[in-house]
């Protein structure tokens, strides 16, 4: 995803504590984690690809004969995709192992951050829905 220019991920999950997605639980979600290291793995993949590495896409995991599995997801494409351990008639591919100690590669985009959770807080109430809709007619105004 990509606001104002910075690229970023965004994971949203429910507010209902009794959803699966909270506990660990062996018949339905042995790797509940999967969503945050997609994400993460996308940023890694963008640094890769603004350095110039060559790697495969995130989501090409079936062309490289991995399946998403019942249990564990894509956990052994994430696996083999981190450790450049996916066997291609070329050798092996995968991210760059340096990767993993380089910085994003527009490291201004960096340098002035602020939290998103406040530029992207849902309204709670009314008085909130009422002043976030002033701020975004007055905000367009200011673009124009």
Do not use: C
């Not at 406040?118 to 109430?125: H, I, L, R, S, Y």
């Amino acid at each position: 995803m990509d606001y104002y220019g910075i690229g970023f991920s965004n994971i949203r999950l429910p507010n209902d504590s009794r959803s699966y997605i909270y506990k660990y639980d062996r018949r339905i979600n042995t790797f509940p984690e999967e969503v945050f290291l997609h994400e993460f793995l996308h940023s890694l993949e963008r640094n890769a690809k603004e350095y110039g590495y060559s790697r495969p896409e995130l989501h090409d995991y079936e062309k490289y004969g991995y399946q998403n599995e019942i249990m564990i997801g894509q956990k052994k494409w994430y696996t083999d995709y981190m450790n450049k351990n996916i066997n291609t008639t070329s050798g092996k591919i995968g991210l760059p192992p340096e990767i993993y100690n380089l910085k994003p590669a527009k490291k201004s985009n960096f340098e002035y951050s602020y939290t998103m959770k406040e530029v992207f807080k849902e309204p709670e109430n009314i008085i909130e829905e009422m002043r976030e809709l002033m701020e975004n007619i007055v905000r367009k105004f200011k673009r124009d």
